[in-house]
């Protein structure tokens, strides 16, 4: 089994999403995940007015995700992160190194300020995010 390139492209309604995202400046995140057989980073849900700490919950206990995440209470110069979000347990390796691979150029496609692989999802919040930046 051999990996696929980086999926860079976003598919039109996560275009959207970001877009919108980005216009509206709430705080909260975007959830996406990477579709295999189109090669392309697709929304899996949205959340408004929750932390860093909420969302976590919804990240799937064997999955990867990426969190496209905004927060006003965050350094005004890089209020936009992009977090890979590595599973709990169980995951299969190669998915994983397939999120690792794309998680450069996809933070790049999403204009975050910065992105970053949380290797334990269960320290994922906002104090977390802040000492990523020092």
């Known amino acids: 089994m051999s ?11 996560l275009e959207g999403k970001v877009h919108e995202f980005y216009q509206e400046g709430i705080d909260g995140g975007i959830m996406m995940k990477l579709d ?6 697709v929304l899996d849900r949205t959340f408004e007015n929750k932390s860093l700490k909420d969302i976590k919950d919804h ?3 064997k999955e990867p ?12 110069t890089c209020p936009v992160w992009l977090i890979c979000c590595k599973p709990r347990a169980g995951y299969n390796v190669m998915t994983m ?3 690792i691979s794309c998680l450069h ?3 790049q496609a999403t204009r975050a300020f910065e992105a970053i692989l949380a290797e334990n999802i269960d320290e994922l919040s906002e104090e977390w995010l802040k000492e990523q930046y020092i």
């Open 65 to 76: 995700r990426f969190i496209l995440y905004y927060s006003s209470q965050l350094n005004s």
């Open 105 to 107: 150029s996809l933070g």
């Open 3 to 13: 990996i696929s390139a980086t999926a860079t492209e976003m598919d039109k309604a």
């Open 97 to 99: 190194m397939r999120y």
């Open 59 to 61: 990240v799937p206990a």
């Open 36 to 41: 295999r057989f189109k090669n392309l980073a």
